[in-house]
């Protein structure tokens, strides 16, 4: 079977997003399927067996979409999968079109796309023509949506990676329940193994902390959206007050945009642990190499994690996946819905968003409870094998290629 994976985002981009279509390829490739990859143009593309990478699409915009549409006649795929967060594409609203464009070209051509999360383009940020055709076609043709185009109403299926988002976009379109699947992503990184504590001692090492010490490790990209940061700074200050010996380290490099506040929330960030006293207490190791296992080290060195999102924990939350799947205790926070596998004091210790003294009493309390931090550590573990593994997450996406063509007409002539 060959499957095109469309997606703006691939390595090296420093991007979630695009680590999470590498290993999805990798894993699909695994597996025996032919894959395609059609990305933004680069000068430097991963070689991979049985993957082939397309980097050919400038902007993704309308003066692209012969482009577009000579190469999917090109590659004549069996799937395709369009992997689609509406900044990627630079908000253009080009590719929420793309399945119907796609069943123009290669009608028999099953169509899935992957929504990262809940939110569409922004045509109005690309042009006024943009947006003007968007609002035009929305309002005089059925389940055409301003911001997702015809991608939730001409896709074959829709992957999804939480259930709070498939909430959110059953408001926009009511038969999405009949051909979507939940699929939150596994660990996108690769995993370097125990091996009886070689890792936990060269990551420790490396990060110059003693064995009498206790690690707290916060895991994930850092942008201003995402927030939870400064929480958890101040509240390790906190807990700095009443426990010695413990050491916080910030594994990943903080995202660059174009926002105006960017640059003012970067430096009101890296300046936070100097105004609290414990710069020398905090690490950063900064941004990793999307092909090593240094994230992966650096959290079998630590003691437990602390993910404080701003607006909650939810199942598309990759660095929730990576922790869990590394055996650790995890401090998340609860958001205003909290979906139904994660079990407080279970297999996650939960405190309220955007409250640092409530996140130092959590903090505090694993501390001090080795047998709760044991609890936790083997409960996220299980819940990885069940939610966040690449075999399970590999099987669903396999099986939405096999409901797609009892819907799709088999084209004539191929086995």
């Known amino acids: 079977m060959r499957v095109l994976v469309i997606s703006a985002a691939f390595p090296p981009m420093r991007l979630g997003e695009a680590d999470h279509a590498f290993h999805l390829c990798c894993h699909l490739a695994k597996r025996g ?7 933004t143009k680069s000068d430097e593309v991963p070689s991979q067996p049985n993957i082939k990478v397309h980097p050919i699409m ?58 990262e999360n809940a939110y569409g383009a922004q045509p109005g940020q690309s042009s006024i023509f943009s947006k003007t055709v968007c609002l035009g076609l929305s309002k005089l043709i059925k389940d055409v949506d301003y911001s997702f185009g015809t991608l939730l109403r001409d896709s074959d299926h829709i992957i999804l990676l939480s259930d709070t988002h498939r909430l959110k976009l059953l408001k926009r379109f009511r038969a999405l329940d009949g051909k979507c699947t939940l699929i939150p992503p596994p660990p996108i990184m690769h995993i370097c193994p125990e091996n009886n504590g070689v890792a936990r001692r060269r990551g420790r090492n490396l990060l110059g902390v003693t064995p009498a010490e206790c690690l707290l490790c916060y ?16 509240a390790f200050q906190l807990v700095t007050l009443q426990r010695s010996h413990v050491r916080l380290v910030i594994v990943g490099g903080i995202l660059e945009s174009t926002s105006p506040n960017h ?50 924990l939810t199942l598309n939350r990759s660095s929730f996946a990576a922790a869990a799947t ?5 401090i998340s926070t609860k958001g205003e819905m909290l ?42 573990l299980e ?33």
């Open 326 to 330: 590394h055996g650790l205790p995890i």
């Open 263 to 312: 640059a003012s929330y970067t430096q009101e960030l890296l300046s936070l642990p100097k105004q609290l006293g414990i710069d020398d207490l905090v690490m950063w190791t900064g941004e990793y190499r999307w092909d090593s296992d240094d994230a992966s080290i650096y959290l079998r060195a630590a003691d437990l994690c602390v993910l404080p999102y701003d607006k909650g």
């Open 339 to 380: 979906e139904q596998p994660f079990l407080h004091r279970e297999n996650v210790l939960l405190c309220p968003p955007q409250d640092p003294e409530a996140m130092a009493a959590a903090i505090k309390t694993l501390i001090d409870n080795p047998d709760l931090r044991k609890l936790l550590g083997l409960g996220a």
């Open 219 to 234: 895991f994930g990209r850092i942008y201003p959206t995402k927030g939870g940061l400064e929480t958890l700074l101040r």
């Open 383 to 415: 819940l990885a094998q069940e939610w966040f593994s690449w075999e399970r997450a590999t099987e669903l996406t396999m099986a939405t290629f096999e409901r797609c063509s009892r819907i799709v007409k088999a084209p004539k002539g191929r086995d």
């Open 33 to 39: 399927l032919e894959v395609h990859v059609l990305t």
């Open 58 to 115: 400038r902007n993704w915009s309308w003066a692209e979409l012969p482009s577009f549409g000579g190469f999917l006649r090109r590659c004549s795929p069996d799937v395709v999968v369009l992997i689609y967060l509406g900044v990627l594409y630079k908000q253009h609203p080009m590719v929420t079109f793309a399945p119907t464009i796609s069943k123009a070209l290669l009608p028999s051509v099953r169509f899935v796309t992957l929504i």
